[in-house]
């Protein structure tokens, strides 16, 4: 890395790092309105700005290259037994994601209410054929940009009922205590999140690291323009 570049990278974000990346996301999101009209049916706009900015990140790393590879490669094994965790379409959600999220909403009334086509109706003596249909499906509605919206939206859900509780300094913190869970997993703590704040790691086979939380504030403060 250059003097110049590192000197740059010091005082810079995401957007500086990743020009090309941060504005193809910003393009794709202005060109697929449909992303924001499904999410304000269950939440306010800018909760919808929090939504779309948490999975910023993740449209900025997709590849439709991988995204073929991984598919092709893992979804048999995940179908016929329900092992292999990979990422799917442009918010890069992993089938232990959505299993995660349907689980949480079939076991709420008010998030039932709320998302009602998310969740599977099966039968808790389910045969291996029902369940390998299931899995299947699911990986047909996270091929979906419609149905990760779907997600999305129901995880927002999730999230707001989980923190509730707690006290933010600020919107923009709220928003990286999501972000965190969204990328971390639902059931990290606080203790654990906080952890997770504090690492670097993102993007995965980017020179220049951030932590996940933090680019999502950026594609958020951009949105808000």
């Known amino acids: 890395m250059t003097l110049c570049l590192a000197l740059l990278l010091a005082v810079g974000g995401f957007f500086d790092a990743y020009p090309k990346d941060a504005n193809a996301t910003i393009d794709f999101i202005g060109n697929h309105r449909e992303i ?8 306010s706009d800018d909760v919808a700005d929090m939504a ?48 995660a999220v349907e689980k949480t909403v079939a076991s709420d009334r008010e998030l039932k209410t709320l998302h009602p086509k998310l969740c599977f109706v099966v039968a808790e003596d389910a045969d291996e054929m029902s369940l390998r249909e299931q899995r299947h499906d699911r990986l047909e509605r996270l091929s979906s940009l419609e149905w990760q919206c779907r997600y999305l939206a129901a995880f927002i859900s999730i999230v707001e009922k989980q923190t509730g509780s707690m006290t933010f300094s600020s919107k923009e913190e709220r928003l990286r205590y999501w972000a965190t ?12 999140v906080a952890a997770i704040q504090k690492k670097k790691q993102f993007p995965r086979f980017g020179n220049v690291k951030f932590n996940y939380a933090d680019v999502a504030v950026e594609f958020y403060r951009h949105l808000k323009r």
């Open 36 to 43: 924001r009209e499904i999410l304000v049916k269950t939440m």
């Open 181 to 192: 869970l969204y990328n971390a997993g639902l059931n990290r703590t606080a203790s654990q």
């Open 52 to 99: 779309i900015a948490i999975v910023a990140p993740e449209i900025s790393q997709y590849s439709s290259v991988t995204n073929f590879a991984q598919q092709r490669s893992l979804s048999l094994s995940y179908i016929l037994y329900g092992r292999g965790d990979f990422s799917v379409g442009r918010f890069q959600m992993k089938p232990s994601f959505a299993e």
